[in-house]
């Protein structure tokens, strides 16, 4: 069973803890849950997770864009997002910050599945 480390950025408490059960259903690891960019910079600096889930629209001075990229720079774990945005403006800074993958809400966890395991074997392949 694949038991990958993976961070939760979410701001809304529902679509939280459905993403919660869905990873735990998979056999995934889910070490924290935050809802702020700030919060989740400070968590993926100290639980190191394999993949970090990130909602662009977050509460605070940063969104989860910029949270995805300082957490890409300086600490190299990658980042699939999970959003309902998907305007050019905003597909243009997220290609900026090199996901792993972009997942639109409302989604299946099939979708949710696979863009998890095709990231996971392109980490798996770089190391």
Do not use: W
């Not at 924290?32 to 600096?45: D, F, M, T, W």
């Amino acid at each position: 069973m694949n038991r990958a480390k993976i961070l939760v950025v979410e701001d809304e408490s529902e679509v939280a803890e459905t993403l919660k059960m869905m990873l735990k259903k998979f056999g995934y690891n889910v070490i924290g849950c935050e809802n702020r960019a700030e919060g989740a910079i400070q968590k993926a600096g100290e639980l190191h997770p394999d993949i970090v889930l990130m909602d662009i629209e977050l509460s605070g001075k940063m969104d989860g864009i910029q949270a995805a990229d300082t957490i890409g720079k300086k600490y190299h774990i990658p980042v699939i997002y999970i959003t309902a945005i998907c305007d050019t403006k905003t597909l243009e800074r997220v290609g900026a910050s090199v996901p792993y993958g972009y997942i639109l809400k409302p989604f299946k966890d099939v979708e949710l599945r696979t863009v998890i395991e095709i990231a996971l074997e392109t980490i798996a392949k770089k190391v």
